[in-house]
């Protein structure tokens, strides 16, 4: 499994824009997968969006389409989260997920249950 750290959560306006890196250490990331999710309390954790091991396609949940952007970069083995024009409803733990076993190189993937390396996640809170 790969190690994953995340960072660049924090509190913001609506409105705002904000960027969280994941970097990912202990294999090659080349070789994953990788995708953003989210969990606000006392909700199921959402798809936010995927990038496949070859940088394109992505994908992106409905809620932040046109907004978010992901990307990777694999000299610094990080992916990336462009959010622009935050909403209160952004307000979650964003985790960063990567998936090894299985993952093809033009393929993203939506659902929890394919990934197997988790982040511990960053808070991201966007005040009204």
């Known amino acids: 499994q790969v190690q994953l750290v995340e960072s660049g959560g924090g509190l913001v306006q609506a409105g705002d824009s904000l960027r969280l890196s994941c970097v990912a250490s202990?294999?090659?990331?080349?070789?994953?997968?990788m995708a953003w999710f989210r969990q606000a309390p006392g909700k199921e954790r959402e798809f936010v969006a995927a990038?496949?091991?070859?940088?394109?396609?992505?994908n992106y949940g409905d809620s932040v389409k046109g907004r978010f952007t992901i990307s990777r970069d694999t000299a610094k083995n990080t992916v990336y989260v462009q959010m622009n024009s935050l909403k209160p409803e952004d307000t979650a733990v964003y985790y960063c997920?990567?998936?090894?076993?299985?993952?093809?190189?033009?393929?993203?993937?939506?659902?929890?249950?394919?990934?197997?390396?988790w982040g511990q996640g960053t808070q991201v809170t966007v005040s009204s």
């Open positions: 997920a990567a998936k090894g076993s299985g993952s093809a190189l033009y393929s993203t993937y939506v659902r929890t249950d394919s990934y197997d390396s």
């Open positions: 202990g294999r090659t990331f080349s070789a994953y997968a």
């Open positions: 990038i496949s091991r070859a940088g394109s396609p992505t």
